[in-house]
T-cell receptor
């Protein structure tokens, strides 16, 4: 079955330190991978995506993610965390069975808390 | 440029009632998808509408139905509400139903509480 796992419910990091939010996936074929962020009482906002090409993808707000096919991972990273980065982060993969339609499978989410 | 707008933002219903949620896609978008986000979970795909037809459906019962209008706006209807239907319902729009950029634009959601 197609799935996305975010092994950490919460990640705590001090402001100015690098952050990593982990994501692993299990899909057939080539994965299309995404990261979204959700602030309190708000909808999801797109951060970045990997479709093909360079394994290091750069996105909004200084975030980047590294695609690792051998480890089936797509970890989200940022060199220097800000308190304003505190939010709920979701990793998602396109459902390959959907026949190309824009149907995403989301992980359960990881809450990032950046402390001053 | 208006983003995705949803209404109502909050609503409370009782078991057995019916509810209708509404969504207007981002300007220029013609495809609308609906997701259910239960508390503490990631969003789950309900269905997608394009050209006024349901194109894809997730693992949700027939109590969940939808509609897309000629102006691309959409409605989600849930009949015979159960306590387990309490969730944040998210509408997402995109430029096309197939994976192009793959970027979905989400509204802020309609929070449904079933008592």
């Amino acid at each position: 079955a197609q799935s996305v796992a975010q092994p950490e419910d919460q990640v705590n990091v001090a402001e100015g330190n690098p952050l990593t939010v982990k994501c692993t996936y299990s899909v057939s074929g080539n994965p299309y991978l995404f990261w979204y962020v959700q602030y309190p009482n708000r909808g999801l906002q797109f951060l970045l995506k990997y479709i093909t090409g360079d394994n290091l993808v750069k996105g909004s707000y200084g975030f980047e993610a590294e695609f690792n096919k051998s480890q089936t991972s797509f970890h989200l990273k940022k060199p220097s965390a800000l308190v304003s980065d505190s939010a709920l982060y979701f990793c998602a993969v396109r459902d390959p069975i959907s026949g190309g339609y824009n149907k995403l499978i989301f992980g359960a989410g990881t809450r990032l808390a950046v402390h001053p | 440029d208006a983003g995705v707008t949803q209404s109502p933002t909050h609503l409370i219903k009782t078991r057995g009632q019916q509810v209708t949620l509404r969504c207007s896609p981002k300007s220029g978008h013609d495809t609308v998808s609906w997701y259910q986000q239960a508390l503490g979970q990631g969003p789950q795909f309900i269905f997608q509408y394009y050209e006024e037809e349901e194109r894809q459906r997730g693992n949700f019962p027939d109590r969940f139905s939808g509609h897309q209008f000629p102006n691309y706006s959409s409605e989600l209807n849930v009949n015979a509400l159960l306590l387990g239907d309490s969730a944040l319902y998210l509408c997402a729009s995109s430029l096309e139903p197939l994976v192009g950029t793959g970027e979905l634009f989400f509204g802020e959601g309609s929070r449904l509480t079933v008592l």
